[in-house]
């Protein structure tokens, strides 16, 4: 699916992946309607656009991340600020592409971004690696260590066990919809990216484990 403001780059875009092979499910030309495509035709990957008017393009990657745990965002931007990337990744996105970069990279990072790689434009990869690192180092300082409410601890453990969202819902007597709202929650106090990164977390602090009575 291939989101973008301007008709003429979508549609191009869409026309290029399409002669590569690829099957384009789906255009958008703004943030909403992004967001209600994607519910619709759940596609594997998301070339998402940043600019995108009102509502951003982050914002769009966040809700299709948080609702469609089986769709990657890749972001093809104009812009390579360095704020605009880590935003963009910590609300999901598995990659960041600057649009400069040539047709036959743009259709490596959707094959590579498909097959579950993080893909990043050249001199990207060491920024968001930093970042990586430097919320890896976080939980290790007690005093600014985030506070979970007994409800998001209670949601990640059971992410850690492996459950998915539905049957956390049926697990703890909620709707699905407040189990998704727990867990992007709990993404941003702990400054995670996504489900995998929220499990590795939960296990490495022992919260796959249940309680002592």
Do not use: C
Request: net charge negative.
């Amino acid at each position: 699916m291939v989101v973008d403001d301007h008709p003429l780059w979508r549609d191009g875009v869409a026309r290029d992946l399409a002669e590569r092979g690829f099957e384009v499910v789906a255009t958008a030309g703004d943030a909403e309607a992004a967001v209600r495509i994607a519910r619709a035709v759940r596609p594997n990957v998301v070339l998402m656009d940043l600019n995108l008017g009102t509502v951003s393009g982050v914002d769009a990657t966040l809700r299709i991340t948080g609702e469609l745990p089986g769709t990657r965002v890749l972001v093809l931007s104009a812009s390579g600020e360095h704020s605009d990337v880590l935003e963009a990744v910590k609300a999901g996105a598995s990659g960041y592409l600057v649009k400069s970069a040539s047709a036959e990279e743009l259709v490596e990072a959707v094959r590579r971004t498909a097959a579950g790689d993080a893909v990043f434009t050249a001199g990207l990869a060491g920024l968001v690696l930093g970042e990586y690192r430097r919320m890896a180092a976080a939980p290790d300082d007690t005093d600014s260590a985030p506070q979970l409410t007994e409800r998001e601890t209670e949601v990640l453990r059971l992410v850690a066990k492996g459950l998915t969202a539905r049957q956390i819902a049926t697990r703890l007597v909620i709707s699905h919809r407040t189990v998704e709202n727990h867990v992007q929650s709990t993404l941003r106090k702990l400054q995670l990216h996504n489900r995998v990164e929220l499990a590795r977390y939960a296990i490495e602090h022992g919260l796959d484990q249940e309680p002592e009575a």
